[in-house]
């Protein structure tokens, strides 16, 4: 259960997505791990983030993950 998980969770979604939009908003009140977190709104990304904006996704993720 996604709402029971206390370890660090960032959320990093797209502007431009008409997909997931508000979605964000939704996950970080309802998870327990995005409190504390510095999430990330990619700029000009769609519903594949992963793709339009792929080398700036992975910059936040790495960021992320080394902290």
């Known amino acids: ?3 029971q998980f206390c ?3 960032m959320t990093a979604f797209s502007d431009q997505d008409p997909v997931t939009a508000g979605g964000d908003t ?3 009140k309802r998870i327990a791990g995005c409190s504390g977190v510095t999430h990330t709104t990619i700029e000009g990304g769609g519903h594949f983030v992963q793709e339009d904006k792929g080398e ?3 910059h936040h ?3 992320f993950i080394q902290q």
Do not use: D, S, V, W
Request: aromatic letters at 6%; glycine letters at 0%; hydrophobic letters at 60%.
């Open 1 to 3: 259960n996604l709402q």
């Open 7 to 9: 370890r660090p969770f």
């Open 26 to 28: 939704i996950m970080q």
């Open 56 to 58: 700036e996704l992975a």
């Open 61 to 63: 993720l790495i960021a």
